[in-house]
């Protein structure tokens, strides 16, 4: 009898624990609903089970459907709050802190993804200052799915811009909205869904790619788990890696004495100064003398970026550490480390792939108070550990890599919310496709203008300089990845923000993000508030031909054109016939560019900005807005 009512009770909590009203994680306390446009909420519940949402005081009804899903539109509503709801069927929940302004849904991967963290040092100020209560960002966890749309998202919630909640936002988003913000005077939410690394093919429904029948046949394959199982087992385990002799002796003691060690210089990689082909531990050891003034006070390291991991100690003491190689190393040291006098600096570099060391034109010093010690030089070197080559014979698959995996998982589930718009700072990754892109990025926002059943606005940056410069005209990945991007600007409602004066030669994370923030917004107010403002930088229009030279026209020249440093354009490059390329000279007259070059007598072509990484691209109009890049001899 004890264990047939054990299990009765069990039963009817199971019963009762099944029908409680559940919410997705983004209809949440703090959330910001999308102004002056019908508001979806929704959720699940017990099938057949009544469900009452009571808001700005109106009250809607509705039945869940059989499989337990419900929804109510809710009438549109003015910006402001903040409100309550109240959501009713078998169990209560309210929901507080709503604001009521204009939702964005900021996607890409790193350079979207990248946390104002990140860039702390140039934006310290920025941080140190953020009280923006009606700012919003709503992170959306990095989740997978192969098999098909997904409606549940991971735990998350609604942060405010705030000190130190905004370490966490995108840094791109916040500038994005901070700038929408001081203009219209109405909160704003960010929709944060984004993932470092990812393909433009990850974020595509599957009925996106109806014009792509490879990605199909792919998407379909994938679906099979077996498949996916097979494909990510390792034939053989790999061998262990060998000690580190580094950590065994403790080179980072300040009582271990060193023999063997030789010089290299910082910043450098490794295999550039006699070190052949070594993926494995190298420790850098040097004594930095330290004055009385810089003691008993915190103080912080700069360590640039390092290829791949690295340990930081001083004194013997563990300062801090980095596992990968993109995040600038940035390492607070307490008051009690430093001493005057000479002080012991170790770091524990690894590398297990390609070229180690410490990348060339980043900081690296040493700063408490107002003093600063430079850390760039010879320092010694010691090999603590040499891996093993291992042939990694396999195809594993990277599940977030595949087409659909992200939009199942992380766009999917948002499709109920409304928004103002799309934001997309994607392209790194498809950058060795440049053909392809137009194509996808047209199918990415086709896609999700259908999800959500609305031309709705689609803001994206095209990408920045990046890698070596190259002092002569010559062929470029890169620029032909930015021509494919600037082709989805004959998509109605669609903006780009130019950012090729913004990227860093040895980081594919540049720091200056306000810059690329502020773009954005400013494409939002033409393209999203029908603003009259001059939203992008010169574009191409068209060429006259006179003699020896070539007369270039733009559009969106605004006020004028003018140039960043005030002297000739640069960057610009002219051909003949024979599209032998040769850099030209250059003059401004009225809104158009004079170009031509004495060796060439009869000029049929042009490029401007075409590179990887332009030296530069100083051409603007007088509203401080970059040129696009562009060619005419496609």
Same mark, same amino acid.
């Given at each position: 009898?004890?264990?047939?009512?054990?299990?009765?009770?069990?039963?009817?909590?199971?019963?009762?624990?099944?029908?409680?009203?559940?919410?997705?994680?983004?209809?949440?306390?703090?959330?910001?609903?999308?102004?002056?446009?019908?508001?979806?909420?929704?959720?699940?519940?017990?099938?057949?089970?009544?469900?009452?949402?009571?808001?700005?005081? !109106?009250?809607?009804?509705?039945?869940?459907?059989?499989?337990?899903?419900?929804?109510?539109?809710?009438?549109?509503?003015?910006?402001?709050?903040?409100?309550?709801?109240?959501?009713?069927?078998?169990?209560?929940?309210?929901?507080?802190?709503?604001?009521?302004?204009?939702?964005?849904?900021?996607?890409?991967?790193?350079?979207?993804?990248?946390?104002?963290?990140?860039?702390?040092?140039?934006?310290?100020?920025?941080?140190?200052?953020?009280?923006?209560?009606?700012?919003?960002?709503?992170?959306?966890?990095?989740?997978?799915?192969?098999?098909?749309? *997904?409606?549940?998202?991971?735990?998350?919630?609604?942060?405010?811009?705030?000190?130190?909640?905004?370490?966490?936002?995108?840094?791109?988003?916040?500038?994005?909205?901070?700038?929408? =913000?001081?203009?219209?005077?109405?909160?704003?939410?960010?929709?944060?869904?984004?993932?470092?690394?990812?393909?433009?093919?990850?974020?595509?429904?599957?009925?996106?790619?109806?014009?792509?029948?490879?990605?199909?046949? +792919?998407?379909?394959?994938? $679906?099979? +788990?077996?498949?996916?199982?097979? %494909?990510?087992?390792?034939?053989?385990?790999?061998?262990?890696?060998?000690?580190?002799?580094?950590?065994?002796?403790?080179?980072?003691?300040?009582?271990? @004495?060193? $023999?063997?060690?030789?010089?290299?210089?910082?910043?450098?990689? #490794?295999?550039?100064?006699?070190?052949?082909?070594?993926?494995?531990?190298?420790?850098?050891?040097?004594?930095?003398?330290?004055?009385?003034?810089?003691?008993?006070?915190?103080?912080?390291?700069?360590?640039?970026?390092?290829? &791949?991991? &690295?340990?930081?100690?001083?004194?013997?003491?563990?300062?801090?550490?980095?596992?990968?190689?993109?995040?600038?190393?940035?390492?607070?040291?307490?008051?009690?480390?430093?001493?005057?006098?000479?002080?012991?600096?170790?770091?524990?570099? +690894?590398?297990?792939?390609?070229?180690?060391?410490?990348?060339?034109?980043?900081?690296?010093?040493?700063?408490?108070?107002? &003093?600063?010690?430079?850390?760039?030089?010879?320092?010694?070197?010691?090999?603590?550990?040499?891996?093993?080559?291992?042939?990694?014979?396999?195809?594993?698959?990277?599940?977030?890599?595949?087409?659909?995996?992200? =939009?199942?998982?992380?766009?999917?589930?948002?499709?109920?919310?409304?928004? !103002?718009?799309?934001?997309?700072?994607?392209?790194? /990754?498809?950058?060795?496709?440049?053909?392809?892109?137009?194509?996808? *990025?047209?199918?990415?926002?086709?896609?999700?203008?259908? $999800? #959500?059943? $609305?031309?709705?606005?689609?803001?994206?940056?095209?990408?920045?300089?990046?890698?070596?410069?190259?002092?002569?005209?010559?062929?470029?990945?890169?620029?032909?990845?930015?021509?494919? %991007?600037?082709?989805?600007?004959?998509?109605?409602?669609?903006?780009?923000?130019?950012?090729?004066?913004?990227?860093?030669?040895?980081?594919?994370?540049?720091?200056?993000?306000?810059?690329?923030?502020?773009?954005?917004?400013?494409?939002?107010?033409?393209?999203?508030?029908?603003?009259?403002?001059? /939203?992008?930088?010169?574009?191409? !229009?068209?060429?006259?031909?006179?003699?020896?030279?070539?007369?270039?026209?733009?559009?969106?020249?605004?006020?004028?054109?003018?140039?960043?440093?005030?002297?000739?354009?640069?960057?610009?490059?002219?051909?003949?016939?024979? @599209?032998?390329?040769?850099?030209?000279?250059?003059?401004?007259?009225?809104? +158009?560019?004079?170009?031509?070059?004495?060796?060439?007598?009869?000029?049929?072509?042009?490029?401007?900005?075409?590179?990887?990484?332009?030296?530069?691209?100083?051409?603007?109009?007088?509203?401080?807005?970059?040129?696009?890049?562009?060619?005419?001899?496609?």
């Amino acid at each position: 009898m004890r264990k047939a009512l054990l299990l009765f009770f069990t039963l009817i909590l199971s019963i009762s624990a099944k029908a409680q009203i559940k919410l997705p994680e983004i209809v949440s306390n703090g959330m910001v609903l999308q102004r002056e446009e019908p508001i979806n909420i929704w959720g699940w519940a017990a099938p057949n089970e009544k469900v009452i949402v009571r808001f700005n005081n !109106k009250k809607y009804k509705t039945i869940t459907a059989k499989n337990g899903v419900w929804k109510v539109t809710l009438s549109p509503i003015r910006a402001g709050g903040p409100y309550s709801m109240e959501i009713e069927g078998s169990n209560k929940i309210i929901l507080n802190d709503i604001l009521v302004g204009d939702v964005w849904l900021c996607s890409g991967q790193s350079n979207m993804v990248h946390q104002m963290r990140l860039h702390n040092v140039l934006y310290a100020d920025e941080i140190a200052n953020a009280s923006y209560n009606e700012i919003r960002q709503f992170f959306v966890p990095n989740t997978v799915n192969l098999s098909g749309p *997904q409606t549940k998202l991971p735990e998350s919630s609604w942060k405010k811009a705030i000190n130190p909640d905004v370490n966490e936002f995108s840094a791109v988003a916040y500038f994005f909205a901070k700038e929408l =913000y001081q203009k219209y005077k109405v909160p704003i939410g960010i929709i944060n869904s984004s993932w470092g690394g990812t393909p433009i093919e990850a974020w595509v429904s599957e009925k996106g790619f109806k014009e792509f029948p490879n990605v199909l046949e +792919t998407i379909n394959r994938n $679906k099979d +788990t077996l498949y996916i199982n097979s %494909q990510n087992t390792l034939p053989q385990a790999e061998p262990p890696l060998p000690k580190d002799k580094g950590l065994e002796e403790k080179w980072f003691d300040t009582i271990y @004495k060193p $023999k063997g060690w030789r010089n290299i210089a910082i910043p450098g990689y #490794w295999e550039d100064q006699g070190i052949k082909g070594l993926d494995g531990t190298v420790w850098y050891r040097r004594e930095i003398d330290i004055p009385e003034a810089m003691t008993k006070k915190e103080a912080m390291v700069f360590l640039g970026r390092i290829v &791949d991991a &690295d340990v930081l100690y001083i004194n013997g003491k563990r300062i801090g550490n980095t596992t990968y190689m993109y995040p600038q190393r940035r390492y607070p040291v307490a008051d009690d480390v430093l001493k005057p006098g000479k002080n012991l600096f170790v770091v524990q570099v +690894t590398n297990n792939f390609g070229k180690g060391g410490f990348v060339p034109d980043k900081p690296y010093y040493i700063v408490a108070g107002k &003093d600063t010690i430079d850390l760039t030089g010879y320092w010694q070197y010691k090999v603590g550990r040499v891996n093993m080559p291992f042939n990694k014979n396999y195809n594993k698959i990277a599940l977030h890599y595949q087409p659909t995996a992200l =939009y199942n998982a992380m766009i999917s589930p948002l499709i109920n919310y409304n928004i !103002k718009g799309f934001v997309w700072y994607q392209g790194e /990754s498809n950058t060795g496709n440049a053909s392809e892109y137009s194509k996808l *990025q047209a199918a990415l926002i086709d896609d999700w203008r259908n $999800k #959500w059943n $609305k031309q709705l606005p689609f803001l994206y940056v095209q990408l920045p300089g990046f890698m070596d410069y190259n002092y002569l005209p010559s062929e470029s990945q890169w620029a032909l990845f930015r021509e494919e %991007q600037a082709k989805s600007l004959s998509i109605p409602k669609t903006a780009m923000a130019v950012a090729i004066d913004l990227g860093e030669w040895n980081d594919i994370h540049p720091d200056r993000k306000k810059e690329v923030g502020e773009r954005l917004a400013l494409a939002a107010e033409k393209t999203a508030y029908n603003e009259p403002v001059i /939203s992008s930088g010169p574009s191409y !229009k068209s060429l006259q031909i006179k003699g020896n030279k070539i007369i270039v026209s733009f559009n969106n020249t605004g006020n004028g054109l003018s140039t960043t440093d005030g002297e000739a354009p640069s960057e610009f490059a002219i051909a003949g016939a024979d @599209k032998n390329f040769v850099w030209a000279k250059t003059k401004i007259e009225g809104n +158009t560019v004079i170009l031509w070059n004495e060796s060439i007598e009869k000029p049929l072509y042009i490029r401007y900005a075409w590179a990887d990484n332009p030296v530069n691209p100083n051409l603007i109009n007088k509203e401080n807005l970059p040129a696009v890049p562009f060619r005419t001899d496609e």
